[in-house]
């Protein structure tokens, strides 16, 4: 049944599920466990995160920058630009998309929005991710 709905992931279900009980009976499990949303088994994190493994990490001044606001803090915003012009991610409306180059670095993670009841969809990475776009172009 699920899978005529479009639901193929077991942590889409999960959130489907829970707005379901929570609508019900009021009971929202998501919060109650302190999770933002449910995410995949295997170890994927924010393109956020990703901004400050570098700006703490073993990378290049220039490259921290790059990932940088001028007041030092993450940029989400730049990273994401970095990964589509180096051909792992491209722009579908709202939406970043993994290309077929950024698959094997990147999941589709389905959330809850923190200010409303509506799902929200972004690109998680594994932080692999970043040896290939900075490091690796140092090698060439």
């Known amino acids: 049944m699920f899978r005529e709905l479009g639901i193929t992931r077991p942590e889409e279900l999960a959130i489907t599920t829970n707005r379901a009980v929570k609508k019900e009976t ?3 499990f998501l919060k109650i466990s302190e999770k933002k949303g449910v995410s995949t088994l295997e170890n994927y ?3 956020t995160e990703l901004c400050e493994i570098v ?3 073993d990378f ?8 940088s606001t001028k007041n ?3 940029n989400p915003r ?13 722009r579908n409306g709202k939406v970043w998309e993994a ?3 950024g698959k094997k670095f990147s999941d589709f993670v389905q959330n809850k929005s923190k200010t409303s009841e509506k799902t929200i969809y972004h690109l998680t990475w594994k932080k692999e991710v970043l040896e290939e776009l900075f490091l ?5």
């Open 26 to 28: 009021g009971v929202d």
């Open 45 to 47: 994190i924010t393109v």
């Open 55 to 57: 700006r703490k990490g």
């Open 60 to 67: 290049p001044e220039e490259t921290k920058l790059s990932v």
């Open 72 to 74: 030092d803090k993450p």
């Open 78 to 90: 730049k990273l994401n630009l970095i990964l589509e012009e180096n051909g792992f991610q491209t």
């Open 99 to 101: 290309t077929e180059k």
């Open 136 to 140: 690796k172009q140092k090698k060439r």
